[in-house]
C-alpha cells in the first residue's frame, strides 16, 4: 500500500508530464483553423485523427478545449490559452530545428583525397572556381595515391586506374591520361631533333620513382627508341617536373599536370602528347546522382578537364 506522501508525490509528476507531441500538433493546427477538415489536410491527416488526437489531449487534461456546434468548432477560453502556448513553443522548435540543420549544412566537412601531383598542379589552381560556385559546400582536400579505405574518413576519392579497387566502389571516369617528354623552352633546341623529332643523346631523363618505368611506357607507345642517356631520379611525380622547369632535364609529364605550364611558356612538349591507356576517376561508395552536390563535383571536374589550360 503506498502511503499518503507517495501519492501526494506520484499526483505530482502526473501534472508536471506532458501530452503527446503528435496530439499537441494536431491540436495547434486545428486551433489556428477552427477547423478539424483542414487541420487534416495540412497534417496529411484524416479528419478522424485529427478528432481523435483533440479528444485524447482533452481526457488527459480533463477539460474541454472546443465547443462543438453545428458541425463547427470554437475555442473555449482554455483552449485559447493552450493554442498560444503551443503555437510559441512548436515555433521555438521549428526555428531552432531550422538553425542546427543549416549549422549541420554548413559545418558538414566532406574529405576528397586525390593523388598528389593532380591536386598541386591542376586541382588547387582550378579550386576557387568550384568554391565560388558551391558556397556552402565545405570541402577538405588532402593527398593520398593508391589504396584507400572509405572507413578512414574519405568520402570521394581521385584515383588513377592504375591499381585494382574493389568492384563494391563505384568509378567514374574523369579523364584519359595523355603523357609527354617536356623540358624547359630554352633547351628544346639542344635536346630534340628537328627532322623525325625525336630525343638527342645529350639529353638528360628525369625519372620518378612513383612511375619508374614512364619513359620506357611512352617510348613504346609513341614508337620511339630511347638513346642511352644521362638520367636523375626523384622520390615524386612533382619534384621530377619542377626539376624540368629548372632545365634538368626531359621529364615524362601527364597532359593534365603540364598543361598549365606549357600554356604559360614555363614547359614545352616538342613531341606532343599520347594516350597511355589509363584514366582518373572518381570513387565513390555509391553511385553520384545528378544535381546532388556529389554530382554537381563531378560535371565540375569534368568541365574544368575539358577546359582550355589556364596561364599564370
Known amino acids: 500500500m503506498n502511503s499518503d506522501h507517495d501519492g501526494e508525490q506520484n499526483s505530482l509528476i502526473a501534472d508536471e508530464r506532458l501530452p503527446s507531441l503528435q496530439a499537441l500538433r494536431c491540436f495547434e493546427a486545428a486551433a489556428r483553423l477552427e477547423n478539424f477538415t483542414q487541420a487534416a489536410a495540412e497534417l496529411h491527416l484524416t479528419h478522424g485523427a485529427i478528432s481523435r488526437a483533440v479528444r485524447t489531449l482533452e481526457d488527459d487534461l480533463g477539460l474541454a478545449l472546443f465547443e462543438r456546434k453545428q458541425r463547427r468548432v470554437f475555442l473555449t477560453e482554455a483552449g485559447r490559452r493552450l493554442a498560444r502556448a503551443v503555437h510559441e513553443g512548436l515555433g521555438l522548435m521549428q526555428s531552432a530545428v531550422r538553425e542546427l540543420r543549416a549549422s549541420a549544412r554548413q559545418s558538414h566537412q566532406w574529405v576528397l583525397s586525390c593523388e598528389p601531383t593532380l591536386l598541386m598542379r591542376w586541382l588547387i589552381p582550378r579550386w576557387t572556381d568550384f568554391q565560388q560556385r558551391q558556397p556552402d559546400l565545405n570541402v577538405h582536400l588532402v593527398a593520398g595515391g593508391g589504396p584507400f579505405s572509405f572507413g578512414s574518413g574519405i568520402d570521394l576519392a581521385i584515383r588513377r586506374d592504375d591499381f585494382s579497387w574493389p568492384d563494391s566502389l563505384h568509378a567514374e571516369v574523369l579523364f584519359a591520361e595523355k603523357v609527354g617528354p617536356v623540358c624547359r623552352p630554352d633547351k628544346v633546341a639542344d635536346w630534340f631533333t628537328a627532322r623525325s623529332p625525336g630525343l638527342r643523346a ?111
Not at 612533382?238 to 609529364?253: E, H, N
Request: aromatic content about 10%; overall charge negative; proline content about 6%.
Open 202 to 312: 645529350n639529353a638528360p631523363r628525369l625519372h620518378t620513382r612513383t612511375r619508374p618505368e614512364a619513359w620506357q611506357e611512352w617510348a613504346q607507345l609513341a614508337g620511339k627508341t630511347l638513346p642511352n642517356a644521362a638520367e636523375q631520379s626523384f622520390d615524386h611525380f612533382y619534384f621530377s617536373l619542377q626539376a624540368a622547369v629548372a632545365g634538368l632535364g626531359v621529364a615524362i609529364g601527364p597532359w593534365h599536370l603540364v598543361r598549365d605550364d606549357i600554356a604559360s611558356g614555363v614547359l614545352a612538349a616538342p613531341l606532343g602528347f599520347i594516350n597511355d591507356g589509363s584514366n582518373y576517376c572518381l570513387l565513390s561508395q555509391t553511385e553520384l546522382t545528378a544535381g546532388s552536390p556529389q554530382g554537381d563535383l563531378l560535371e565540375w571536374i569534368r568541365g574544368m578537364a575539358a577546359e582550355g589550360p589556364r596561364a599564370a
